[in-house]
């Protein structure tokens, strides 16, 4: 039987504890190589693909509505990893609603 995590969803104001949780979920489920540069020894594209997938679902389920929309066109999970590093970066400087604009017009 699996076991299941429950963190709470990055909103916008939450990401340094998010990423912990989040990678150790990724590390667990054997899929944190994916929120990096592809592993030249991950040579299977298959295995990448579905590696990448999971990730990308895993993201998804842990991400609260506003953000979830705001990455909705990345196609891989490192493209959605650095997405949310970069908010991340913008609201240590900007109030949320500026951050959350920002966001949506890219």
């Not at 990308?56 to 979830?68: M, S, T």
């Not at 990455?71 to 590093?85: N, Q, T, Y």
């Not at 609201?91 to 609603?97: I, P």
Request: charged share 30%; glycine share 4%; aromatic share 10%.
């Amino acid at each position: 039987m699996a076991t299941k995590f429950e963190i709470e969803k990055f909103n916008g104001n939450n990401f340094s504890l998010w990423k912990l949780k989040m990678k150790a979920i990724l590390r667990k489920d054997k899929y944190l190589a994916a929120i990096g540069e592809r592993p030249a020894e991950v040579t299977d594209d298959s295995k990448w693909d579905e590696m990448d997938g999971n990730a990308i679902a895993n993201l998804y389920l842990a991400l609260a509505d506003g953000v979830l929309s705001s990455i909705e066109e990345k196609k891989s999970a490192k493209k959605i990893w650095d997405h949310l590093a970069r908010f991340n970066v913008l609201s240590d400087y900007l109030v949320f609603d500026d951050v959350a604009a920002a966001i949506l017009e890219e």
